[in-house]
């Protein structure tokens, strides 16, 4: 089983950044893809950025320029910074994880994020 913790969310006003952390129990050369998922109040859950193993990225278009995920092998853990922060981005940030071989998904607990006008 793996366990994933995320932390570094909170209340940062318009404008401000924040940086996301997500620490996996495992060698996370081993999930193949990560990524940050986030669900705000009333919306459904939609994929803000994610990585491969090889470090290709995608982001949604509505966060592109704004956000990027970078992983550290080393230290088991991929980031999100997020820059220019708008409260449109205020939701519950979700870390994800896929694992190859067999095929599973792995959810964290998640982390808030909220944005003030």
């Known amino acids: 089983q793996v366990q994933l913790v995320e932390s570094g969310g909170g209340l940062v006003q318009s404008g401000g950044s924040l940086r996301l952390s997500c620490v996996a129990s495992?060698?996370?050369?081993?999930?193949?893809?990560m990524g940050w998922y986030r669900q705000a109040p009333g919306k459904q859950r939609e994929l803000a950025a994610g990585?491969?193993?090889?470090?290709?990225?995608n982001y949604a278009d509505s966060v592109k320029g704004r956000f990027t995920i970078s992983r550290d092998n080393a230290k088991n853990t991929v980031y999100l910074q997020m820059n220019s922060l708008k409260p449109e981005d205020t939701a519950v940030y979700y870390c994800?994880?896929?694992?190859?071989?067999?095929?599973?998904?792995?959810w964290g607990q998640g982390t808030q994020v909220t944005v003030s006008s």
């Open positions: 994800n994880a896929k694992r190859a071989f067999p095929v599973t998904n792995y």
């Open positions: 495992t060698s996370i050369s081993s999930l193949y893809i």
């Open positions: 990585i491969t193993s090889s470090g290709t990225t």
